[in-house]
């Protein structure tokens, strides 16, 4: 199937859920209510030109994510209608290029919560949460002209988001949060180690004490890895949260990770809704119930308020700024590009 990809002349006010920027921040893809996703160049002097349009799904989209350039000019977007469908972008007629879909997985019993694709070094991997409570992780054949099911945990909770950490130098974990507003008795945060040395698939939770949160989270995401010893994950929820995990060896010369209580930044009583870093790992961007943006910056080792941004402020922060944020913010509290 090859999508219809032109551009397209619609001026339709719709709810977008989510947006994207590739690795290089010079394309942005944005999906949306009316069940299409949309490709944007970002041009030399900061503007948007809509290039390309996928109609992806036959439900609103809610998410969408960029595989690195490394493998192909490949999208991802999840739905409403349970689907995840991979997307590859190939040569069309008159040096046109179109949108392909490669695949569509229909695993999941309820609708699709969030989708990433891992970092280069960890191969091309799809990780995936839905609301029915299970977690599924998925690789391309040999082919890479179709994609099948490598691992999957059903973790009976609703799912809320995935990230993938960034660290080539440290042990692969896969972080998954829930928004259940049930009193559950089990951890909203789920942190996955990847077993080494082992010829299947095989992950296994850590359980540590400072890794329990007992309330709804809306989002979650690891730090980019410039080298640290540790990895920073943050966390959205009642409050917004840093939680730091840095791999030690053990006595027994197992690794094992150091127990560091987890930081909350700020003082607002809004819950935390979504959160964005830039591509060092030192600033932290953050939505809030309270339609506001605040932006925190390490400084010292401590995280501090760089700046508050009302609703529907006019903000003179320019698109690149932008990018390094990857604006994945609330659509009720969005940057606007100058």
């Known amino acids: 199937?090859?999508?219809?990809?032109?551009?397209?002349?619609?001026?339709?006010?719709?709810?977008?859920?989510?947006?994207?920027?590739?690795?290089?921040?010079?394309?942005?893809?944005?999906?949306?209510?009316?069940?299409?996703?949309?490709?944007?160049?970002?041009?030399?002097?900061?503007?948007?030109?809509?290039?390309?349009?996928?109609?992806?799904?036959?439900?609103?989209?809610?998410?969408v994510t960029w595989a690195h350039p490394e493998f192909g000019s490949i999208l991802a977007t999840c739905s409403f209608d349970k689907y995840i469908h991979v997307w590859e972008e190939i040569a069309g007629d008159d040096n046109k290029t179109v949108?392909?879909?490669v695949d569509k997985r229909v695993d999941s019993y309820s609708f699709v919560t969030d989708i990433r694709f891992a970092p280069?070094?960890?191969?091309?991997?799809?990780?995936?949460?839905?609301?029915?409570?299970?977690?599924?992780?998925?690789?391309?054949?040999d082919d890479c002209n179709s994609w099948k099911k490598l691992w999957d945990d059903d973790l009976k909770m609703s799912l809320s988001s995935v990230s993938w950490s960034q660290s080539s130098l440290h042990p692969q974990l896969l972080a998954v949060a829930s928004d259940s507003n049930e009193a559950l008795t089990k951890s909203k945060l789920i942190v996955y180690e990847k077993i080494k040395h082992n010829v299947k698939q095989s992950w296994k939770k850590l359980a540590y004490d400072f890794l329990l949160m007992h309330t709804a989270i809306n989002d979650l995401c690891f730090a980019p890895d410039?080298?640290?010893?540790?990895?920073?994950?943050?966390?959205?929820?009642?409050?917004?949260?840093?939680?730091?995990?840095?791999?030690?060896?053990?006595?027994?010369?197992?690794?094992?990770?150091?127990?560091?209580?987890?930081?909350?930044?700020?003082?607002?009583?809004?819950p935390a809704w979504r959160v964005s870093w830039n591509v060092t790992g030192t600033v932290l961007a953050a939505s809030y119930n309270d339609e506001h943006i605040r932006i925190f910056q390490n400084i010292n080792c401590k995280w501090h308020v760089k700046k508050t941004i009302p609703p529907d402020a006019s903000v003179p922060m320019q698109l690149t700024f932008q990018r390094e944020l990857s604006a994945s913010m609330n659509s009720k509290s969005t940057f606007k590009p100058v």
């Open 1 to 63: 199937m090859v999508a219809e990809a032109s551009k397209p002349a619609s001026q339709l006010k719709v709810v977008i859920h989510d947006l994207a920027f590739d690795f290089h921040g010079r394309r942005m893809a944005t999906c949306d209510s009316n069940e299409i996703v949309r490709i944007y160049e970002v041009t030399d002097d900061d503007q948007l030109i809509e290039k390309d349009y996928i109609r992806a799904h036959k439900a609103a989209v809610w998410k």
């Open 99 to 101: 949108w392909k879909q």
């Open 120 to 141: 280069k070094h960890f191969g091309l991997c799809l990780a995936s949460v839905n609301h029915s409570g299970t977690v599924f992780q998925y690789i391309p054949d």
């Open 226 to 270: 410039v080298g640290r010893s540790y990895q920073h994950l943050a966390v959205a929820s009642a409050q917004l949260m840093i939680f730091t995990l840095k791999p030690v060896k053990s006595q027994n010369d197992d690794l094992v990770y150091r127990n560091i209580a987890p930081e909350l930044l700020g003082d607002s009583k809004a």
